[in-house]
T-cell receptor, first 118, second 110 residues
Framework: EAGVVQSPRYKIIEKKQPVAFWCNPISGHNTLYWYLQNLGQGPELLIR????????DSQLPKDRFSAERLKGVDSTLKIQPAELGDSAVYLC????????????????FGPGTRLTVL | DAKTTQPPSMDCAEGRAANLPCNHSTISGNEYVYWYRQIHSQGPQYIIHGLKNNETNEMASLIITEDRKSSTLILPHATLRDTAVYYC???????????FGTGTRLTVIP
Protein backbone atom coordinates (compact mmCIF):
# COMPACT_ATOMS: atom_id res chain seq x y z
CA GLU A 1 0.00 0.00 0.00
CA ALA A 2 1.37 3.39 -0.99
CA GLY A 3 1.97 5.83 1.81
CA VAL A 4 1.34 9.56 1.88
CA VAL A 5 2.97 11.15 -1.14
CA GLN A 6 4.34 14.66 -1.12
CA SER A 7 6.01 16.74 -3.79
CA PRO A 8 8.36 18.32 -4.27
CA ARG A 9 10.75 16.92 -1.66
CA TYR A 10 12.88 20.04 -1.79
CA LYS A 11 12.21 23.60 -2.92
CA ILE A 12 14.46 26.63 -2.95
CA ILE A 13 12.96 30.00 -3.74
CA GLU A 14 13.73 33.66 -3.22
CA LYS A 15 11.72 35.68 -0.75
CA LYS A 16 8.50 37.22 -2.03
CA GLN A 17 8.05 34.40 -4.54
CA PRO A 18 5.04 32.06 -4.37
CA VAL A 19 5.40 28.35 -3.65
CA ALA A 20 3.03 25.39 -3.56
CA PHE A 21 3.23 21.96 -1.99
CA TRP A 22 1.17 18.96 -3.02
CA CYS A 23 0.00 16.01 -0.96
CA ASN A 24 -1.76 12.79 -1.89
CA PRO A 25 -3.01 10.97 1.21
CA ILE A 26 -3.42 7.24 1.67
CA SER A 27 -6.36 5.98 -0.35
CA GLY A 28 -9.56 6.05 1.66
CA HIS A 29 -8.25 8.41 4.34
CA ASN A 30 -10.80 11.16 4.88
CA THR A 31 -8.76 13.25 7.29
CA LEU A 32 -5.77 15.22 6.02
CA TYR A 33 -3.35 17.38 7.98
CA TRP A 34 -0.69 19.91 7.06
CA TYR A 35 2.09 20.49 9.60
CA LEU A 36 5.01 22.88 9.78
CA GLN A 37 8.26 21.69 11.33
CA ASN A 38 11.05 24.09 12.18
CA LEU A 39 14.56 22.84 12.75
CA GLY A 40 14.91 21.12 16.12
CA GLN A 41 11.20 21.34 16.87
CA GLY A 42 8.28 18.97 16.65
CA PRO A 43 5.63 19.36 13.95
CA GLU A 44 2.96 22.02 14.48
CA LEU A 45 -0.46 21.73 12.92
CA LEU A 46 -1.40 24.28 10.26
CA ILE A 47 -4.72 22.93 9.03
CA ARG A 48 -6.89 19.83 9.24
CA UNK A 49 -9.40 18.67 6.64
CA UNK A 50 -12.31 16.29 7.00
CA UNK A 51 -12.98 15.32 3.39
CA UNK A 52 -13.00 18.66 1.54
CA UNK A 53 -13.88 20.78 4.56
CA UNK A 54 -11.21 22.64 6.54
CA UNK A 55 -12.37 21.97 10.09
CA UNK A 56 -9.39 23.49 11.91
CA ASP A 57 -7.32 26.24 10.31
CA SER A 58 -6.79 28.29 13.44
CA GLN A 59 -2.99 28.03 13.19
CA LEU A 60 -2.78 28.84 9.48
CA PRO A 61 -1.37 32.35 8.81
CA LYS A 62 -4.11 33.37 6.46
CA ASP A 63 -2.45 36.52 5.22
CA ARG A 64 0.01 34.50 3.16
CA PHE A 65 -0.91 30.83 3.50
CA SER A 66 -3.79 29.08 1.79
CA ALA A 67 -4.79 25.49 1.31
CA GLU A 68 -7.34 23.53 -0.60
CA ARG A 69 -8.53 19.98 -0.85
CA LEU A 70 -10.76 19.79 -3.86
CA LYS A 71 -12.82 16.60 -4.13
CA GLY A 72 -11.63 15.57 -0.69
CA VAL A 73 -8.59 13.65 -1.88
CA ASP A 74 -5.29 15.36 -2.61
CA SER A 75 -4.42 18.76 -1.22
CA THR A 76 -2.29 21.79 -2.00
CA LEU A 77 -0.70 24.20 0.46
CA LYS A 78 0.39 27.56 -0.92
CA ILE A 79 2.49 30.41 0.41
CA GLN A 80 2.34 33.78 -1.32
CA PRO A 81 4.56 35.64 -0.86
CA ALA A 82 7.17 33.56 0.93
CA GLU A 83 9.28 35.11 3.68
CA LEU A 84 12.66 34.09 5.05
CA GLY A 85 11.01 32.74 8.20
CA ASP A 86 8.96 30.27 6.18
CA SER A 87 12.02 28.09 5.68
CA ALA A 88 11.01 24.79 7.26
CA VAL A 89 9.76 21.29 6.49
CA TYR A 90 6.10 21.05 5.52
CA LEU A 91 4.57 17.71 6.43
CA CYS A 92 1.34 16.19 5.24
CA UNK A 93 -0.42 13.44 7.17
CA UNK A 94 -3.63 11.50 6.82
CA UNK A 95 -5.79 9.27 8.98
CA UNK A 96 -8.68 7.00 8.27
CA UNK A 97 -10.93 8.48 10.93
CA UNK A 98 -11.51 11.90 12.36
CA UNK A 99 -10.27 12.19 15.94
CA UNK A 100 -12.75 10.29 18.10
CA UNK A 101 -12.88 9.43 21.75
CA UNK A 102 -11.16 6.16 22.50
CA UNK A 103 -10.21 5.46 18.92
CA UNK A 104 -6.75 4.93 17.53
CA UNK A 105 -6.07 8.25 15.94
CA UNK A 106 -2.90 7.13 14.22
CA UNK A 107 -1.71 9.59 11.65
CA UNK A 108 0.39 8.54 8.68
CA PHE A 109 2.95 11.09 7.60
CA GLY A 110 4.57 11.79 4.29
CA PRO A 111 8.30 12.52 3.96
CA GLY A 112 7.75 16.28 3.88
CA THR A 113 8.84 19.12 1.64
CA ARG A 114 11.90 21.02 2.77
CA LEU A 115 11.49 24.69 1.83
CA THR A 116 14.41 27.09 1.77
CA VAL A 117 13.65 30.77 1.27
CA LEU A 118 16.66 32.88 0.26
CA ASP B 1 -3.90 18.79 26.43
CA ALA B 2 -1.44 18.10 29.21
CA LYS B 3 2.15 19.10 28.67
CA THR B 4 4.71 16.31 28.46
CA THR B 5 8.35 16.52 29.48
CA GLN B 6 11.08 14.39 27.96
CA PRO B 7 14.87 14.38 28.26
CA PRO B 8 16.37 16.06 25.19
CA SER B 9 18.71 13.20 24.36
CA MET B 10 19.70 9.66 25.29
CA ASP B 11 22.20 7.05 24.15
CA CYS B 12 21.67 3.32 24.06
CA ALA B 13 24.02 0.48 23.15
CA GLU B 14 22.96 -1.64 20.19
CA GLY B 15 21.15 -4.77 21.29
CA ARG B 16 20.24 -3.38 24.68
CA ALA B 17 16.84 -2.17 25.76
CA ALA B 18 16.14 1.52 25.26
CA ASN B 19 13.95 3.02 27.97
CA LEU B 20 12.59 6.44 27.08
CA PRO B 21 10.85 8.28 29.92
CA CYS B 22 8.06 10.80 29.66
CA ASN B 23 6.55 12.92 32.38
CA HIS B 24 2.91 13.95 32.05
CA SER B 25 2.05 14.90 35.61
CA THR B 26 -0.96 17.04 34.62
CA ILE B 27 -2.58 14.43 32.40
CA SER B 28 -6.34 14.18 32.76
CA GLY B 29 -8.39 11.04 32.96
CA ASN B 30 -9.45 11.01 29.32
CA GLU B 31 -6.05 11.74 27.82
CA TYR B 32 -4.15 8.98 26.08
CA VAL B 33 -0.38 8.76 25.85
CA TYR B 34 0.84 8.45 22.27
CA TRP B 35 4.38 7.82 21.07
CA TYR B 36 5.70 8.69 17.64
CA ARG B 37 9.23 8.66 16.32
CA GLN B 38 10.90 10.57 13.51
CA ILE B 39 13.89 9.19 11.72
CA HIS B 40 16.12 11.74 10.01
CA SER B 41 14.58 13.19 6.82
CA GLN B 42 11.35 11.26 7.28
CA GLY B 43 7.92 12.10 8.64
CA PRO B 44 6.91 10.96 12.13
CA GLN B 45 5.82 7.36 12.52
CA TYR B 46 3.28 6.07 15.03
CA ILE B 47 4.64 3.61 17.57
CA ILE B 48 2.08 2.88 20.27
CA HIS B 49 -0.51 4.44 22.52
CA GLY B 50 -2.24 3.67 25.83
CA LEU B 51 -4.59 5.02 28.45
CA LYS B 52 -4.05 3.16 31.74
CA ASN B 53 -2.85 -0.33 31.00
CA ASN B 54 0.55 -1.30 29.73
CA GLU B 55 0.61 -1.95 26.02
CA THR B 56 2.86 -3.97 23.73
CA ASN B 57 3.06 -4.32 19.99
CA GLU B 58 5.64 -5.47 17.48
CA MET B 59 7.62 -2.26 17.81
CA ALA B 60 7.67 -1.44 21.50
CA SER B 61 6.14 -1.65 24.95
CA LEU B 62 4.51 1.20 26.82
CA ILE B 63 4.56 1.19 30.59
CA ILE B 64 2.25 3.71 32.27
CA THR B 65 2.53 4.30 36.01
CA GLU B 66 -0.52 3.63 38.13
CA ASP B 67 -1.04 7.33 38.82
CA ARG B 68 -0.58 7.99 35.06
CA LYS B 69 1.82 10.83 35.74
CA SER B 70 4.61 9.25 33.77
CA SER B 71 5.29 6.56 31.24
CA THR B 72 8.20 4.73 29.65
CA LEU B 73 8.57 3.58 26.09
CA ILE B 74 10.68 0.46 25.84
CA LEU B 75 12.44 -0.71 22.70
CA PRO B 76 13.51 -4.21 23.81
CA HIS B 77 16.52 -4.69 21.55
CA ALA B 78 17.62 -1.40 20.06
CA THR B 79 19.16 -1.41 16.60
CA LEU B 80 20.99 1.32 14.72
CA ARG B 81 17.78 1.93 12.76
CA ASP B 82 16.05 2.97 15.97
CA THR B 83 18.15 6.15 16.08
CA ALA B 84 15.49 8.86 15.88
CA VAL B 85 13.63 11.57 17.77
CA TYR B 86 10.91 10.07 19.96
CA TYR B 87 7.85 12.14 20.79
CA CYS B 88 5.60 11.52 23.78
CA UNK B 89 2.19 13.14 23.31
CA UNK B 90 -0.80 13.35 25.62
CA UNK B 91 -3.90 13.25 23.48
CA UNK B 92 -7.30 14.25 24.78
CA UNK B 93 -10.09 12.00 23.65
CA UNK B 94 -12.26 13.88 21.21
CA UNK B 95 -9.61 16.52 20.68
CA UNK B 96 -8.58 17.34 17.21
CA UNK B 97 -4.86 17.47 17.07
CA UNK B 98 -1.60 15.98 18.22
CA UNK B 99 0.72 18.42 19.96
CA PHE B 100 4.32 17.40 19.46
CA GLY B 101 6.97 18.76 21.81
CA THR B 102 10.67 18.65 21.11
CA GLY B 103 11.00 14.94 21.92
CA THR B 104 14.00 12.83 22.93
CA ARG B 105 16.78 12.26 20.45
CA LEU B 106 17.81 8.62 20.87
CA THR B 107 21.17 7.58 19.50
CA VAL B 108 21.86 3.86 19.28
CA ILE B 109 25.58 3.25 19.51
CA PRO B 110 27.26 0.25 17.83
Amino acid sequence: EAGVVQSPRYKIIEKKQPVAFWCNPISGHNTLYWYLQNLGQGPELLIRYENEEAVDDSQLPKDRFSAERLKGVDSTLKIQPAELGDSAVYLCASSSNPPIAGGNNEQFFGPGTRLTVL
Amino acid sequence: DAKTTQPPSMDCAEGRAANLPCNHSTISGNEYVYWYRQIHSQGPQYIIHGLKNNETNEMASLIITEDRKSSTLILPHATLRDTAVYYCISYQTGANNLFFGTGTRLTVIP
